[in-house]
C-alpha cells in the first residue's frame, strides 16, 4: 500500500496545476500598465494569489510544515515570469525539480534526442541531486548560508534578485519581533556580499491583527517600511494582508514558525528528497479542488502604499534591468516597454 504523501507533496501537485491555468501552456499575460506618473507599474495577480493562499487552507496545515509560506513563493515566482523572466532563471521553478541551474538546463536541451528524454526524466523524479538540484536554495552571504526563498541567478551574473517571505496568521504580538528582528539580520548578511542584487522581504499577514492587535499592526507595519528604506537592508519591502474566515485557520497557528536558521557551509543534508514528487492526482480531482477553495481575499484597500504588492514588485524588478545591460533579460524589457508604446 503506498504512503499517504506529504502536505507539501499534496500542495504543489495543486498549486502546479492553478499556476498552470493561470499561464496555458507557460504564456503569462503582461503584467505591466501605465501608472498615473506616466511610468509602467507593475499590476500583480490578486485572483492568482487568492486561490494559492487557499491551498494551506485546504489542506489545513500549519505554519510549520511550510506550506502556508510557500504559496506566496509560488505566487512571486509565477509574477517574475508573467514580467517575463525565464522559467529557469526564477526559483521555485513551475515544474519539478524547484531549483535548477540555467547552464544545466541549457546542457539537457543541448543533448542528442536520444538521450534528452532519459536526463530530463531523471531531472524531474529526482527533487534533490547534490550540488545539481534542490527543492529549496540557499545563498552565502557575508558569513553564513542564507535559504532564500524565491530567487533569480544564473552562472554568468550571479544573483540578481533575492526575496525572502515570511507568513503570520496568528500570536502577533508573540511571533513579530523574532520576524523584524531575524529579517534584519537576514538583509545585512546577504547585501554586504551581493550588492548590485535587488533584494526584497515580502509578509504575509493575515488581516484579523487590525481589529485583535490594532497597536501591534500598527508597529509592524512601521518597521516594514523602515526595512525597505535602509541603506544596508531591503531595497524593497512588502505587506499581503489576507482575509478568511476565522474557521479556516491554519492549524497549529498560534505556534511559532521555526526559523531555518544559519547553514552550515557545503551541501545541506536531503532531508526533503520525496517532498516534492508529483501525486499524479486526476485531473478532474484537482480541478474539483482548485473551484472548491476556502475563499481568501487580498485587503488591497487596508495596505500602505509603500507596502504595496505593485510598489513592490515594479521597484525590484526595476532594479534588476537597470543593474543588467540591454541585451540581458530582453523579454523582460520588452514586456515593460509595451505599456509606453501602446499608450
Given at each position: 500500500?503506498?504512503?499517504k504523501?506529504?502536505?507539501k507533496?499534496?500542495?504543489?501537485e495543486?498549486?502546479d ?5 493561470a499561464?496555458?501552456g507557460g ?6 500598465v ?5 511610468q509602467?507599474?507593475?499590476r500583480?495577480?490578486?485572483e ?5 493562499l487557499g491551498v ?6 500549519g ?8 504559496a ?6 509565477y509574477e517574475l515570469r508573467?514580467?517575463g ?13 524547484r531549483?535548477?541551474?540555467?547552464p544545466?538546463a ?13 536526463a530530463q526524466s531523471?531531472?524531474t ?11 529549496s ?14 530567487i533569480?541567478?544564473?552562472?554568468v551574473?550571479?544573483p ?5 517571505t515570511k507568513?503570520m496568521?496568528?500570536?502577533?504580538g508573540k ?6 528582528e ?12 551581493h ?9 504575509g ?8 492587535e490594532?497597536?501591534t499592526?500598527?508597529w509592524?507595519f ?9 541603506d544596508?537592508?531591503?531595497?524593497a ?14 492549524v497549529?497557528?498560534d505556534?511559532?514558525?521555526?526559523s531555518?536558521?544559519i547553514?552550515e557551509?557545503?551541501?545541506?543534508p ?16 484537482i480541478e474539483?479542488i482548485?473551484?472548491a ?25 526595476n ?8 541585451n ?11 505599456v509606453?508604446?501602446?499608450?
Amino acid at each position: 500500500m503506498a504512503a499517504k504523501p506529504s502536505s507539501k507533496t499534496e500542495a504543489w501537485e495543486i498549486f502546479d496545476h492553478i499556476v498552470e491555468a493561470a499561464a496555458p501552456g507557460g504564456e503569462h499575460t503582461n503584467p505591466w500598465v501605465l501608472g498615473s506618473d506616466g511610468q509602467p507599474q507593475f499590476r500583480p495577480d490578486y485572483e492568482t494569489l487568492a486561490l494559492l493562499l487557499g491551498v494551506p487552507l485546504h489542506l489545513k496545515v500549519g505554519t510549520q510544515t511550510g506550506v502556508p509560506a510557500l504559496a506566496l513563493d509560488v505566487w512571486l515566482s509565477y509574477e517574475l515570469r508573467r514580467a517575463g523572466f525565464g522559467t529557469d532563471q526564477v526559483w521555485p521553478r513551475p515544474s519539478n525539480p524547484r531549483v535548477l541551474p540555467a547552464p544545466v538546463a541549457a546542457f539537457v536541451k543541448s543533448l542528442p534526442s536520444s538521450i534528452r528524454a532519459k536526463a530530463q526524466s531523471h531531472l524531474t523524479s529526482n527533487t534533490s541531486i547534490p550540488s545539481v538540484t534542490s527543492s529549496s536554495a540557499s545563498i552565502l552571504g557575508k558569513n553564513y548560508l542564507k535559504q532564500v526563498d524565491v530567487i533569480i541567478t544564473d552562472w554568468v551574473t550571479g544573483p540578481e534578485l533575492l526575496i525572502s517571505t515570511k507568513r503570520m496568521d496568528s500570536s502577533y504580538g508573540k511571533n513579530a519581533p523574532n520576524r523584524i528582528e531575524e529579517s534584519y539580520g537576514d538583509a545585512k548578511n546577504l547585501r554586504l556580499r551581493h550588492p548590485l542584487a535587488a533584494l526584497g522581504f515580502l509578509f504575509g499577514l493575515r488581516s484579523d491583527i487590525l481589529e485583535k492587535e490594532p497597536k501591534t499592526a500598527e508597529w509592524l507595519f512601521d518597521l516594514l517600511s523602515k526595512l525597505g528604506r535602509e541603506d544596508d537592508a531591503y531595497h524593497a519591502t512588502c505587506l499581503v494582508l489576507m482575509d478568511y474566515s476565522s474557521d479556516q485557520a491554519p492549524v497549529e497557528a498560534d505556534k511559532e514558525e521555526p526559523s531555518p536558521g544559519i547553514l552550515e557551509p557545503g551541501p545541506q543534508p536531503i532531508s526533503d528528497a520525496t517532498e516534492d514528487e508529483a501525486v499524479e492526482l486526476p485531473e478532474s480531482t484537482i480541478e474539483s479542488i482548485v473551484k472548491a477553495l476556502p475563499k481568501v481575499s487580498i485587503l488591497e484597500e487596508r495596505t500602505p502604499d509603500d507596502l504595496s504588492p505593485a510598489r513592490f514588485l515594479t521597484s525590484l524588478i526595476n532594479r534588476v534591468l537597470a543593474a543588467t545591460p540591454v541585451n540581458m533579460h530582453e523579454e523582460a524589457r520588452k514586456r515593460r516597454a509595451s505599456v509606453r508604446l501602446t499608450k
